[in-house]
């Protein structure tokens, strides 16, 4: 039998949002081959489930996406078991892990295929030739070994997305109540993941999105989008979306027409911009978001120094001075801005280095002033993989190299390196990236994020005045007190590594 069991790895505590990478994929298939899923957020233990998939004989095909982080915890372990003991299945690996690692994944000899980049219609061309015992080297897309040479064939064009069938919600029912993916956040009582473009037309040189789609991107027209939300509304009750496109808002045409569309729906949403691209957005348009239920939006302002931008390549237009004025500008339109900054970037001597994160740390102390509702989300840098970028080479002059191998991703080191956490980069020392996370701290115990909306208001007063000292008199160092109350009272939540549900 050649049935295939689509696999989407544990990503967090209490993730609840839908698994559209597997369902892209299962759409692509759908009437074509048969299929299982099996998701690791809501399985105890999924190596059981799959097991016993395999074992009944109908299963020739383990299809897993891996992104990066946690859900490594889960894919590579399994994907190796299954290798060990059941060696007639096939190991079909994708999404940006796969797609950035493919050479060290494909290295381990228990993965056998890897899609690169947009599987819609790579997967199904794969299946039909391994089933039809057809030439693989013509599939774009594709990454797979022959004799001992990693091959990587031709990139397609990314797929027209107003094209792609529909998600498959009703198969997954069958397996996991669609409910389950449905969950209060601080947008809605019925909150749901939705995805509506492919790629992004910049090429940031921190993003690991850039090596995969090289400045482009695919979009499905507002009418498009708001058929799906009205019928998710309809048949689901969903009141809120969370947009999960790497740049929701490239098009101002775009989004203003699903505006016009959406706004008597009453629905909520939250989506992904550029700071220089929604700078030029017409003031109508931006009130015109608003008024179509447009409540947070999250902006990669990365950080306040015109060198570091420039070195980064924020695209060339957006300047420290731009991220300010853009924060002042969004308090006439009642939509927070959710900057997002990222800190530890390399540079030439140490003493630079802590001078940029200083500079940065000021900086957001700015924002808040000019802007108290912005959101200030912190990452520290880890390098991504886009060949010949200047960052990556600076990074490997620096002394900085990737695993060897998938087990290597597996230890704590590199999962804190893939979170943002600490990716332990030459150039950073302990007393650095102690500094970054000391005044996460103390930032988060000022101003809490509003995503979390678990926090009563007794709670966020308690803590805030805590902090409040700290940070007006950049006392970061040793916030003991305030860590304890965010782990054991609070339970805060950081919506960057977590997302936007509780449990
Ligand atoms: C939702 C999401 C999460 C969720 C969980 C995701 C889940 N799977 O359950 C949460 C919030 C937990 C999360 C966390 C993190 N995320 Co995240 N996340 C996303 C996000 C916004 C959407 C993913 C998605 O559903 N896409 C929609 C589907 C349809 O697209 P797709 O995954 O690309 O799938 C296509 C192809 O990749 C391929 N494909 C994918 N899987 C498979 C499998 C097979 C078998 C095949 C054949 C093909 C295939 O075909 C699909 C259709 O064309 C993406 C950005 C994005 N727009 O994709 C970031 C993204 C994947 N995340 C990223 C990162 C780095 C993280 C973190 C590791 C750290 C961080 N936040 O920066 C954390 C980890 C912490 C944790 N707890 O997991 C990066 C990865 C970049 C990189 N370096 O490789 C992205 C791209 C964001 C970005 N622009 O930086 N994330
Ligand atoms: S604009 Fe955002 S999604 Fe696009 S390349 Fe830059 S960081 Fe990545």
């Known amino acids: 039998m050649n049935k295939i069991i689509f696999f989407n790895p544990r990503s967090g505590k209490y993730n609840h949002s839908l698994p559209l990478s597997i369902l892209q994929i299962a759409a692509s298939i759908e009437g074509k081959y048969e ?94 030739a391994l089933e039809k015992k057809l030439e693989i080297s013509n599939i774009e897309n594709l990454v797979y070994k022959k004799k001992d040479e990693i091959k990587k064939n031709k990139i397609s064009e990314i797929p027209d997305q107003n094209l792609l ?62 058929n799906d939300i009205k019928y998710l509304k309809e048949k689901y ?85 731009m991220i300010k004025n853009f924060a002042a500008r969004m308090k006439n339109f009642n939509i927070i801005p959710e900057y997002s900054f990222i800190l530890g970037l390399p540079a030439d001597t140490e003493e630079k280095v802590e001078q940029q994160i200083d500079y940065d740390i000021n900086f957001i102390k700015e924002i808040k002033k000019i802007n108290p509702d912005t959101e200030i989300i912190i990452y520290v840098f880890s390098p991504v993989p886009t060949e010949n970028s200047s960052l990556l080479n600076q990074s490997k002059e620096l002394g900085f190299y990737y695993p060897k191998n998938l087990e290597e991703w597996l230890e704590p080191a590199w999962e804190k390196f893939d979170t943002h956490r600490n990716p332990l980069t030459p150039w950073l020392t302990k007393k650095m990236v102690k500094k970054i996370h000391n005044f996460e701290i103390v930032l988060n115990g000022y101003s809490p994020t509003i ?19 700290r940070y007006k008199y950049n006392m970061f160092n040793f916030p003991y007190e305030i860590k304890l109350l965010q782990k054991f009272w609070l339970r805060y939540r950081k919506p960057e590594f977590e997302g936007f549900y509780s449990e």
């Not at 390549?313 to 957006?318: F, L, M």
């Not at 208001?457 to 803590?463: A, C, G, H, P």
Request: glycine share 8%.
């Open 237 to 321: 009750k969903i009141d809120a979306v969370i947009f999960f496109d790497n740049n929701f808002f490239v098009s101002e045409k775009r989004v203003r027409k699903f505006s016009e569309l959406i706004k008597s729906e009453g629905i909520n949403w939250w989506g992904e911009s550029r700071i220089d691209t929604m700078n030029k957005f017409s003031d109508d348009t931006l009130v015109s978001l608003q008024k179509a239920g447009c409540k947070m939006i999250f902006f990669g302002a990365e950080s306040g120094n015109d060198e570091l931008l420039g070195n980064i390549n924020k695209g060339g237009t957006q300047s420290g001075e």
């Open 451 to 469: 995503s979390d909306y678990k926090l009563s208001k007794f709670q966020l007063n308690v803590i805030k005045c805590l902090a409040s000292i």
């Open 165 to 226: 069938n529909p998600l498959p919600l009703e198969k997954l029912n069958e397996f996991y109540s669609v409910e389950k993916y449905i969950g209060k956040t601080f947008l809605g009582e019925r909150t749901i993941a939705y995805h509506s473009s492919m790629g992004c037309p910049f090429t940031c040189s921190f993003c690991g999105i850039v090596p995969i789609f090289e400045a482009r991107w695919q979009a499905k027209s507002a009418e498009n989008i708001y």
């Open 35 to 128: 299929y299982v899923i099996v998701d690791g957020n809501f399985e105890k233990d999924p190596w059981i489930k799959i097991r016993n998939f395999i074992q009944s004989g109908e299963y020739k095909y383990f299809a897993s996406t891996v992104m990066p982080g946690p859900q490594l915890k889960q894919a590579i372990p399994i994907t190796k078991k299954i290798k060990f003991e059941f060696p007639k299945i096939i190991n079909i690996w994708g999404g940006y892990f796969a797609s950035n690692q493919y050479k060290t994944a494909i290295d381990s000899g228990y993965v056998d295929y890897i899609i690169y980049g947009p599987g819609d219609y790579a997967f199904l061309k794969l299946l039909n």
